[in-house]
């Protein structure tokens, strides 16, 4: 029982380059979102997926977009990265409504964009 | 404009002692009010929760104190241990949309 996984753990892109980053649950939890954390800013929500087959926009979600493959994969899709980018991207998932049932955390994936 | 406000940025608390820590918010619909603890190199992990038909809210030495009126919530961790040393974000929720505070560095000095 692996909790939520995250690939890649670091990341190095140039402005303008493409990359996805993955995120894998085995909870067999319904709901799935992408936060990004920056200094001083705390965890910001970018996209969350309620259910399987559904997507919504979080507090900043410019700039990316998401698939919810099935249950237990939700990728988050950079097209054009840009150094305002820049910043440690956490996945989380939980059993349905976040504002009902504890968000488990994955390990956050390091993004540079020189 | 940050929904949730948190202060202090950062605290040293001596081993054994009592460590606090604000958060306020603006947005009444919020109804869920979770702490969270975040170790170097890891993810967040939730800590305690409240709800706001409670004031108060003791998990062993952790305790969540609750203010509707002042719209206001706080962390008290008591008997500190260095192992306590880590960043904490309280945040607000309603349905999916989770804000978080900015975070305070807790270290626990021997």
């Known amino acids: 029982n692996a909790g939520v996984t995250q690939t890649p753990k670091f990341q190095v892109l140039k402005t303008g380059q493409s990359m996805t980053l993955q995120c894998a649950q085995d909870?067999?939890?319904?709901?799935m979102y992408w936060y990004r954390q920056d200094p001083g800013m705390g965890l910001r929500l970018i996209y969350y997926s309620a259910s399987e087959g559904t997507t919504d926009k979080g507090e900043v979600p410019n700039g990316y977009n998401v698939s919810r493959l099935n249950k237990r994969e939700f990728s988050l899709r950079l097209e054009s990265a840009a150094p305002s980018q820049t910043s440690v991207y956490f996945c989380?998932?939980?059993?349905?409504?976040?504002?009902?049932?504890?968000?488990?955390f994955g390990p956050g994936t390091r993004l540079t964009v020189t | 404009q940050q929904q949730v406000k948190q202060s202090p940025q950062s605290l040293i608390v001596q081993k054994g002692g009592i460590s606090i820590i604000n958060c306020a918010y603006e947005n009444t619909a919020f109804d869920y009010f979770p702490w969270y603890q975040q170790f170097p190199g890891k993810g967040p992990a939730l800590l305690i929760a409240i709800r706001p038909d409670v004031s108060e809210k003791k998990e062993g030495r952790f305790t969540i104190s609750f203010n509707k009126s002042a719209k206001q919530f706080s962390l008290h961790i008591m008997d500190s241990q260095p192992g306590d040393s880590a960043t904490y974000f309280c945040a607000a929720s309603t349905n999916n949309d989770m804000r978080f505070g900015a975070g305070t560095r807790l270290t626990v000095k021997p």
């Open positions: 909870m067999n939890h319904n709901s």
């Open positions: 989380a998932s939980s059993g349905g409504l976040a504002a009902y049932y504890e968000q488990y």
